[in-house]
């Protein structure tokens, strides 16, 4: 199995930035895709953002425009670029295979809190 460790979050205020990266254990250069996952308090968790293996990316309605992920095979590394963060982005972050559990279980995530 694949070991996922996210980190980067932290507190920031609205319209502020944070990059997240996700360290796996194990290579990732062969994982179809990856993705970022967030999940708000109350809430399920949610898909927000995915690559595959040749850059290929696909976000949710809400970040659109404003979070890039990206992915260093060679480093089996995964991050999440996060600009003009708003309260709504307030959740925990985790990065997984997508579709997720294919290749390892949720690491810990990281928390992202957005406020003023």
């Known amino acids: 199995q694949v070991q996922f460790v996210e980190s980067g979050g932290g507190l920031v205020q609205p319209g502020g930035s944070l990059r997240l990266s996700c360290a796996a254990s194990?290579?990732?250069?062969?994982?179809?895709?990856m993705g970022w996952y967030q999940q708000a308090p109350g809430e399920q968790r949610e898909l927000v953002a995915t690559?595959?293996?040749?850059?290929?990316?696909v976000y949710t309605g809400s970040v659109k425009g404003r979070f890039t992920i990206s992915r260093a095979n060679g480093k089996n590394a995964v991050y999440l670029q996060m600009n003009n963060l708003k309260p709504g982005d307030t959740a925990v972050y985790y990065c997984?295979?997508?579709?997720?559990?294919?290749?390892?279980?949720w690491g810990q995530g990281t928390q992202v809190t957005v406020s003023s």
């Open positions: 997984n295979s997508h579709p997720a559990l294919v290749f390892g279980p």
């Open positions: 194990g290579s990732i250069a062969n994982l179809y895709g």
């Open positions: 690559i595959t293996t040749d850059g290929a990316t």
